[in-house]
């Protein structure tokens, strides 16, 4: 487990951009909440592809629910966050993208 190093801006040589300190906080509070920043992999229960090819675009229009519950992995290539909504692509190593949306009212805050 990586532990969280404490960074302090007003030390020499480490005027870091506000964007960079931003990340390393973040990745300080995963620590500090026990969670690996860097997982070496990521459990997933199916591949993008595969959610592609069983639900077409009709059964997962606006306001549409499966109640399946997936997990997958891919590389998030457009982000989109209003506070309620939040929009993300995700395009797995073969090409295949998916785009989903996650609910504050359905989720909650954490």
Do not use: W
Not at 37 to 44: A, K, L, N, T
Not at 91 to 106: P, W, Y
Request: hydrophobic fraction near 35%.
């Amino acid at each position: 487990m990586t532990e969280p190093v404490e960074h302090d801006p007003s030390a020499s040589g480490d005027d870091l951009p506000e964007q960079m300190q931003v990340r390393l906080d973040k990745r300080d509070k995963m620590i500090a909440r026990g969670l690996d920043p860097y997982p070496i992999s990521v459990p997933r229960t199916h591949e993008v592809s595969e959610l592609v090819a069983a639900y077409d675009a009709e059964l997962l229009g606006p306001d549409r629910h499966t109640g399946d519950h997936v997990a997958v992995a891919g590389r998030v290539i457009f982000l989109r966050n209003t506070g309620k909504l939040c929009f993300a692509r995700l395009r797995a190593g073969d090409g295949t993208e998916l785009q989903a949306m996650f609910s504050l009212a359905d989720l909650g805050e954490e």
